[in-house]
């Protein structure tokens, strides 16, 4: 069974850099995309991007200045990296693997990050 | 951008019940249409992909139909663990996922 499990600070204050990290276990990172998707309290998902085994990434247009994505395939993790952050990124984050079909088959538990001073 | 408009917002239903929410793509998206299931503080279960195919373990009174730009997901006979927020997602050729604002299923 496909597990994901996210990990990093869950305050970050304004204009700093977010850094989240996805471990996945129970299957190789290879040969899929792995994707980082938000949510806002109380509010609908919003797709951050995807990135490759190789390195190879697509970010969402709304983010695209802002965001690095990066993999690690001897740990089995992926990473997130959102700059310049501010009130408006705090949001549950969720790691989730992109299924053949573009559907996103399995998730972490998600985890909150605050923008705050 | 594709934009996934979902309806209705908010649905009240009753255990036993006939349920069907729509999804309607800005464009037409073939089959690239999934649903989700979202319960508070939890993250979102695949019910369906390719818009009618059932995800493994996903019990068979959750049904998806559709094509295009218009796609329903129904759930025959509503059962007490149902109640929660649904969301539709949309795949393009320009790797874009946008998902609908989601529609709450909540107790009559």
């Known amino acids: 069974q496909v597990q994901l499990q996210e990990s990093g600070p869950g305050l970050v204050k304004p204009s700093e850099t977010l850094s989240l990290t996805c471990t996945v276990s129970?299957?190789?990172?290879?040969?899929?995309?792995w994707t980082w998707i938000r949510q806002p309290a109380g509010k609908g998902l919003e797709c951050i991007g995807r990135?490759?085994?190789?390195?190879?990434?697509n970010y969402s247009p709304s983010l695209n200045s802002r965001v690095t994505m990066s993999v690690d395939t001897s740990k089995n993790q992926f990473s997130l990296r959102l700059s310049s952050v501010t009130a408006a990124d705090t949001a549950v984050y969720y790691c989730?693997?992109?299924?053949?079909?573009?559907?996103?088959?399995?998730w972490g538990q998600g985890t909150l990050v605050t923008v705050s001073a | 951008d594709i934009q996934m408009t979902q309806s209705p917002s908010t649905l009240s239903a009753s255990v036993g019940d006939r349920v069907t929410i729509t999804c309607r793509a800005s464009q037409s998206i073939s089959n690239w249409l999934a649903w989700y299931q979202q319960k508070p503080g939890k993250a979102p279960k695949l019910l369906i992909y390719k818009a009618s195919s059932l995800e493994s373990g996903v019990p068979s009174r959750f049904s998806g139909s559709g094509s295009g730009t218009e796609f329903t997901l129904t759930i025959s006979g509503l059962h007490p663990d149902d109640f929660a927020t649904y969301y539709c997602?949309?795949?393009?050729?320009?790797?874009?996922?946008?998902f609908g604002q989601g529609t709450r299923v909540e107790i009559k």
């Open positions: 129970g299957d190789s990172i290879r040969s899929y995309y």
């Open positions: 990135i490759y085994s190789s390195g190879s990434t």
């Open positions: 989730a693997r992109l299924g053949r079909s573009g559907h996103f088959d399995y």
């Open positions: 997602q949309q795949y393009n050729v320009y790797s874009e996922w946008t």
